[in-house]
C-alpha cells in the first residue's frame, strides 16, 4: 500500500517536471515499503537513490530555469541546497544505525508539498517560454542529466 499517492494537483504544468515530481514520491513510497518490511539494506538503498535522484532533478530544474532567466533562481537554488543539505544528514542518522524512515518521509512530504505549490510554481511561465522556444535543449537537457532525450 502506497504511503503518498501523487495528487494532480501538485502537477506544474510542464510534464519533464511533473514526471520527475511524481518519481520522488515513487521513492519515498519505496522507502515506505522497505520500512514496513523492515528491511534495512533496502532503506539504504533508497535513501542513496532518493538523494541521487532529487540532486539530479534539482539539477536539472536550476539549468531550467537559468535558460528561462527566470530571476530567482538564485534563491530556488539556494533552498535546493539547504534541502539536499537536510536530506544527507537523514542518510548519515540511517548509516549510523537509527530509524530515521517515519519521519524522514512526513518531512519530504510536507517540504515537496509546499516546495512545488509555493515556490516551482513561481517559474513556470519562465520555463514555458523557453521550452516553447526551445524543444532542442530539453531533449539535450534530459540527456545529459538522466540519459535519455525522450
Do not use: C
Not at 8 to 32: C, K, T
Not at 93 to 116: P, Y
Request: charge should be negative; charged fraction near 25%; glycine fraction near 6%.
Amino acid at each position: 500500500m502506497s504511503y503518498w499517492v501523487w495528487d494532480s494537483a501538485l502537477e506544474i504544468g510542464i510534464d519533464v517536471i511533473d514526471g520527475q515530481h511524481r518519481r520522488i514520491v515513487d521513492y519515498i513510497n519505496d522507502l515506505h515499503e522497505a520500512h514496513s518490511n523492515h528491511d534495512h539494506d533496502q532503506v539504504t538503498q533508497i535513501l542513496m537513490g532518493l538523494v541521487d535522484y532529487t540532486v539530479t532533478h534539482f539539477a536539472f530544474e536550476e539549468d531550467l530555469m537559468t535558460q528561462a532567466g527566470y530571476p530567482l533562481s538564485d534563491s530556488h537554488k539556494k533552498v535546493h541546497e539547504s534541502f539536499i543539505a537536510h536530506i544527507k544528514n537523514y542518510k548519515k542518522e540511517h548509516e549510523k544505525g537509527r530509524d530515521i524512515a517515519r519521519k524522514l518521509m512526513s518531512e519530504l512530504q510536507i517540504w515537496l508539498t509546499n516546495h512545488i505549490k509555493n515556490e516551482d510554481r513561481h517559474y513556470v511561465p519562465y520555463a514555458n517560454e523557453v521550452l516553447g522556444r526551445k524543444k532542442s535543449w530539453l531533449k539535450k537537457a534530459l540527456g545529459g542529466f538522466f540519459g535519455s532525450g525522450k
